[in-house]
């Protein structure tokens, strides 16, 4: 692959690739648009089967940032790191201090977080050797109850979009992935009264959840056959491709993950036959407005509650696409880029060098 035609294809500011031979660190980290602010994104932690597949990985997900913070109307940009590795190693201490000590060198134009792989635990390392860290032990934490809890008041917003009703009571969603996000969504939905389908490739999380709320356990495969009203993916991207949308058997998907669509048409396949999509960086942007409440020093309940909006902005994308006729991916890219476009095409003020 060309990089710097996968760089430019996506209109990324900044790509870089960092390297500790010490610790065997290996590292990019993206900046895709810093329009609206310094770029905030979390660190995936992921034995890729190649460079290629971590570069192709963290520009999207990075991108993902840039439209995630602008439909959510927060003043940042978009960045994301993967760093490429065996993710249950037990000397981390090392690898992400350094890890630190990268993102430190860009000067606050990139802010990271955790993601896959990564725990609170790791971004106390990185805070070690760089300030421009969120989601450190003792604040806000751990992302996912917020990230679930946007994710649950989302998937309402469809259930009202598509059934005309947002109550969930009696509704069947099959969610992929028993990690924190399928956990706390998992649970919002057992107290509503939903019937749940679970899977995880971790047998002993599918195992936990089911003990908690009574859910089916489904084979990881046989997730994508599951007749349900809802699927709700919360574990890896690019699950809705060519070879899963044939085999759905639901009306809605609405889940957690990042990138759930492998690629931009599969918006308009889902539209085609007859599904109602959520679009993912909308409906999981919580961790993201719960460590933008860290930086601004927000309560949780005040990140629970901005969360909340992501219902009425998710209404939002699909009275847009009606009007357009448009497929909600598209709607949702169309807002994003709208917002960022405005505040780009803004009138430059004069300011002195120490307010630069």
């Known amino acids: 692959m060309d990089i710097f035609e996968s760089i430019q294809v996506r209109n ?36 890729y089967k190649s460079t290629e597949e971590a570069l192709v990985d963290v520009l999207r997900l990075s991108r993902g940032m840039t439209y995630k ?31 630190g000590r990268f993102v430190e060198s860009l000067g606050g134009r990139y802010i990271t977080a955790e993601d ?25 934490g751990d992302p996912s109850p917020v990230t679930a809890y946007g994710v649950y008041v989302g998937i309402k ?14 509704r069947s969603v099959a969610i992929q992935g028993c990690g924190n996000v399928g956990r706390w969504l998992a649970s919002y939905l057992h107290e509503e009264g939903s019937t749940l389908f ?30 349900a009203d809802i699927f709700a993916p ?14 759905f058997k639901v009306e809605i998907i609405a889940g957690g993950a990042n990138n759930q669509l492998a690629e931009a ?5 889902l539209e085609s036959k007859g599904i109602t999509y959520a679009p993912d960086y909308v409906i999981n942007g919580g961790g993201l407005i719960n460590v933008w409440g860290e930086i601004n020093g927000w309560t949780s309940e005040r990140s629970k ?36 476009l405005a505040v780009r095409a803004m009138s430059k003020m004069w300011l002195s060098r120490a307010r630069r």
């Open 12 to 47: 990324h500011e900044q790509v870089m690739f960092c390297y500790e031979p010490s610790c065997g660190y290996q590292g990019i980290i993206a900046i895709h648009d810093t329009t609206l602010g310094p770029a905030l994104g979390g660190t995936r932690f992921w034995n």
């Open 69 to 99: 913070a602008a439909v959510a109307g927060l003043s940042l940009g978009g960045g994301k790191a993967v760093i490429i590795g065996n993710n249950k190693r037990n000397d981390r201490e090392a690898v992400f201090r350094t890890h």
């Open 116 to 140: 896959v792989g990564t725990s609170p635990a790791d971004m106390d390392f990185v805070h070690f050797e760089t300030d421009h860290v969120t989601g450190l032990q003792g604040l806000s």
């Open 157 to 170: 917003a469809a259930a009202k979009s598509r059934w005309g009703s947002d109550s969930l009571s009696g």
């Open 198 to 227: 679970v899977t995880d490739v971790d047998d002993g999380k599918v195992k936990r959840l089911v003990d908690a709320t009574g859910a089916t356990a489904v084979d990881p495969d046989t997730i994508y056959d599951q007749s």
């Open 234 to 247: 919360c574990a890896l991207g690019a699950i809705v491709n060519d070879k899963t949308i044939p085999r």
């Open 265 to 269: 048409r599969h918006g308009k396949e």
């Open 305 to 340: 509650k901005k969360a909340a909006e992501i219902y009425d902005a998710i209404l939002k994308i699909f009275a847009i696409a009606e009007r357009e006729g448009i497929p909600t991916n598209e709607a949702a890219d169309r807002l994003a880029e709208e917002r960022v």
